[in-house]
């Protein structure tokens, strides 16, 4: 039963934008802090940025800081990660997910979406 549709993925050139949005039911939403991990061909999945339940806190890995930002919107129940100047290391399949803690890591996740591709390339 899939909880958590995800949209927004697709192929764009180097420093392209994109944005990936989550839609989740009001009984995960309001209750989880979200965000998205990814996973590139031979790479253990990584999360690339969250936001508490209260959208007062976020965080990214390294790499992305300052060239993503996430966000929440109570009234549509969805996530979404806003991505620019896109470089070719960011392609791999995103994972929207929800956890009750964003520093529990992935045995932490309690539901994860379907996951959508993101290629940068030329």
């Known amino acids: 039963q899939v909880q958590l549709v995800e949209s927004g993925g697709g192929l764009v050139q180097p420093g392209g934008s994109l944005r990936l949005s989550c839609a989740a039911p009001g009984s995960i939403f309001s209750i989880y802090s979200m965000g998205w991990y990814r996973e590139a061909p031979g790479k253990q999945r990584e999360l690339v940025a969250g936001i508490t339940r209260a959208g007062t806190s976020t965080t990214f890995r390294d790499s992305v800081k300052g060239r993503f930002t996430v966000s929440r919107d109570s009234a549509k129940t969805t996530v979404y990660l806003q991505m620019n100047n896109l470089k070719p290391e960011d392609t791999a399949v995103y994972y929207c997910?929800?956890?009750?803690?964003?520093?529990?890591?992935?045995?932490?996740?309690?539901?994860w979406g379907q996951g959508t591709q993101v290629t940068v390339s030329s």
């Open positions: 997910f929800a956890a009750s803690s964003l520093i529990s890591g992935r045995q932490g996740v309690a539901y």
